[in-house]
């Protein structure tokens, strides 16, 4: 009966967004059924393929290699034929799935088309268009309250750059607004020494990813394989909340929870401005990524951002994953009702560009201070133009929440099947996630969904998660769970 039940709902969510959808997407009626195993995974071409990257570089971390050309919507094809259906998206950078329409003829114009040929140093020689296009595409989806952007490459590059930026605000305050540097800073700067190499630092979280580049890399407490052998600055650390769940069941505690992370937020500013290394700016992700998809409620953000104005720290929210949609809304933290936006925001992934949104009275005073040759690539903003466009003609937030619900409910019933494989769901939107027993289940669970046709992705010590493109739909969820309950059987 129950079953029946789960079937007349799934079918109902279906029906009604086909119908929303008909006449939008032609991506939606392109794309198969379901997903197509022909092989073994990795098939036989995909081995070989390694084994030839492999002689070049380390290629490791590769899963599979992809045929683009066939690859479609909410469908990943590799080189053997095989088609997955993509709850992983390239890591969470897919905004509107493969080869959608509207991306594919964004350079037939010929003005389009120089601007990416022609990759400009935007910082030096940008094109006449660069100042609209970065109103028109970028400014219309700012943060409330941030009116000035900077271009990067990447999600690191961004926060790198991003610190970078505090920095200076920073000292600029210490300064008392004076913009001129002292001779002493100026030499000091070039041996690496203060007062021109000031001591500041930058707090972040135990389970934060924020990058791979040096800076970055300091903030980033994830995994130990992306740090070891690299020095690392002395920058303090965090702990950020861990909930019991179900969240309706375990309040008192997980507010107890929060209180206890805050307290020991306010603790380390407190000794690191004792140790001569006062905290400039803290990094924060809205849903710890790489780190296990842990959340936190808004009652914690709203505290912290309180910490970081009577500290004079920036509150820097990186929203490389979460930003552009995945959780029900333009950016995450909108969910958590801060009175005021956070200092700074960075973003990449679904983004397509990454960079970085500031107050304007906040950017550095003298030019090539945060800047690099090319400070990203307009040909990026080109395709991020039609993918927003897409999101507001296709309705694609209002996608995310109702395919977001039904996964959710339907990863909460599969707890309920399998409670002793599967527990702790969690997320917003189909920013989702879940834990398993423990770390070798979660690999086998994430192995298995891939024979099965699905491609997914792991994050911290147990997790499973979810990160599909902003048009995967009720119909998509339906056949995730379904495969994802066949895999916990096997199981």
């Known amino acids: 009966m129950l079953r029946l039940i789960r079937q007349s709902v799934t079918k109902r969510y279906i029906q009604q967004w086909e119908k929303h959808l008909k006449g939008f997407s032609t991506v939606a009626q392109a794309e198969p059924q379901k997903p197509d195993i022909k092989t073994s995974v990795p098939g036989p071409k995909t081995t070989a393929l390694l084994k030839e990257l492999s002689s070049l570089q380390q290629a490791g971390s590769v899963q599979l290699f992809a045929d683009y050309d066939k690859c479609i919507g909410n469908y990943f094809v590799d080189a053997d034929g095989n088609t997955f259906l993509d709850s992983f998206t390239q890591i969470s950078s897919v905004p509107v799935g493969y080869n959608h329409p509207a991306l594919l003829a964004a350079f037939e114009d010929k003005h389009s088309l120089r601007a ?20 028109s595409v970028l400014m219309s989806v700012a943060p409330r309250g941030l009116d000035a952007v ?35 800073e100026m030499a000091s700067c070039m041996v690496n020494q203060p007062p021109g190499s000031p001591n500041l630092s930058i707090l972040s979280f135990k389970g934060s990813f924020h990058g791979r580049t040096f800076g970055a890399l300091s903030t980033t407490r994830s995994k130990p394989i992306h740090k070891l052998d690299c020095p690392s600055f002395d920058w303090p650390v965090a702990p950020f909340p861990r909930y019991k769940y179900p969240l309706n ?87 958590f009702e801060l009175p005021a936006p956070p200092d700074v925001l960075t973003f990449s992934k679904k983004m397509l560009t990454g960079g970085f949104y500031f107050k304007l009275a906040e950017r550095p005073s003298h030019p090539y201070r945060v800047f690099n040759t ?44 399998f409670p002793q494989v599967i527990d702790s769901v969690r997320g917003r939107g189909t920013f989702l996630a879940f834990n398993a027993t423990d770390t070798k289940c979660r690999d086998k669970i994430v192995a298995d969904l891939k024979t099965n046709g699905v491609l997914g992705g792991a994050c911290g010590e147990t997790s499973v998660r979810l990160r599909p493109a902003l048009v995967f739909a009720p119909k998509h969820a339906a056949i995730y769970l379904d495969i994802l309950r066949k895999t916990l059987r096997e199981i």
């Open 116 to 135: 990416l040929v022609n990759r400009p140093a935007l910082g030096v020689f940008p094109a006449v268009d660069w100042p609209q296009k970065l109103r």
């Open 150 to 184: 900077s271009t990067m490459m990447c999600g690191s590059c961004s926060n790198e750059n991003a610190y970078k930026n505090v920095f200076m605000w920073y000292r600029l305050k210490e300064r008392g607004g004076k913009l001129d540097f002292t001779p002493e």
């Open 249 to 335: 069941q375990f309040k008192s505690e997980n507010h107890a929870e929060d209180n206890k992370c805050l307290e020991q937020v306010a603790d380390a500013i407190e000794k690191y401005k004792t140790k001569g290394r006062p905290v400039a700016g803290v990094i924060v992700e809205p849903i710890q990524s790489e780190g296990g998809d842990y959340e936190a409620s808004p009652y914690f953000f709203q505290e912290l951002q309180k910490l970081c104005q009577n500290s004079g720290a920036a509150l820097i929210i990186d929203e490389v994953q979460t930003g552009c949609g995945p959780t029900g809304k333009m950016w995450c933290y909108e969910h």
């Open 374 to 417: 090319w400070m990203g690539d307009p040909g990026k903003l080109i395709l991020l133009e039609k993918v927003l466009q897409v999101i507001k003609n296709e309705n694609l937030l209002a996608l995310v929440n109702e395919t977001g619900k039904v996964l959710k409910d339907g990863l909460h019933k599969l707890e309920s099947e």
